[in-house]
Structure formats: C-alpha cells, structure tokens
C-alpha cells in the first residue's frame, strides 16, 4: 500500500507491506490464520488489519454486508471491505485450494470512490 497504489486511499507516505496469505512452497498448501500470524511475528511482517475471530452467524447476504459496513483501522475512511475466511485448512480437492474464503465489499466504501 501507499503512493502510486490503487490512488494511494489511505494516504500513505511510504510504501507499505502487508501480509495476507502465505503460501507453503513445499507443502503446496495455505497456511491458517494463527500459522500466518507466527510467520509474520518470526519474520517482522504485519499483517493485514484483522477485525475478529468468530462463528459464522450471518443468515444472508445482506447481513454480511452490513457487517462489512464501518471505517478502516488503516485510516478514517471506509474500509474497502471484510475477507471471511475458515480457521482451520484443509486436505484440498484436486485443483482447489486448502482454504474457504471470500470478500464482501463495503458499499459506503464503493460509493466513496465512485466505484460502484
């Protein structure tokens, strides 16, 4: 994130690095949440903002999206949006991926930046 990215939202000064997945190269896998969270801590990283750790409770879309609704922790701006994803990993399937995870954008964020 920060200058020349994506029109530098949050106004960064400097160019920063946030962590989002790790891939294990050699067990070809994702790492889990805490697993990332040990990565970081071991090689100076940070990760991206992380709001909470919880069961999935919402019935509806528009429940997440509502959710997802709120400011960012990186700045006093709408955040772009909310990442869900599993605790733990799993055995993948044949070409998928070991982890479930999707994103729901926060509409106040889209109509911020005219992106809707």
């Known amino acids: 994130m ?46 991206v903002p ?18 997802a609704k709120g400011n960012s922790r990186l700045a006093d701006i709408p955040r772009e949006g909310i990442v869900i994803r599993t605790r733990k990993t799993k055995e993948p399937m044949a070409g998928m991926s070991n982890m479930l995870s999707f994103k729901t954008i926060n509409p106040d964020f889209l109509k911020k930046y005219n992106l809707e």
């Not at 029109?7 to 949440?33: H, P, S, W």
């Not at 992380?50 to 959710?67: Q, R």
């Open 2 to 47: 920060g200058p020349g990215i994506q029109a530098n939202k949050y106004g960064l000064t400097e160019l920063k690095f946030f962590v989002f997945n790790v891939y294990d190269i050699t067990e070809k896998r994702y790492l889990n949440g805490n697993d990332v969270r040990n990565f970081c801590i071991e090689y100076g990283f940070e990760m």
């Open 50 to 67: 992380f709001l909470t750790e919880c069961t999935f409770l919402w019935k509806n879309t528009e429940e997440l999206v509502e959710y």
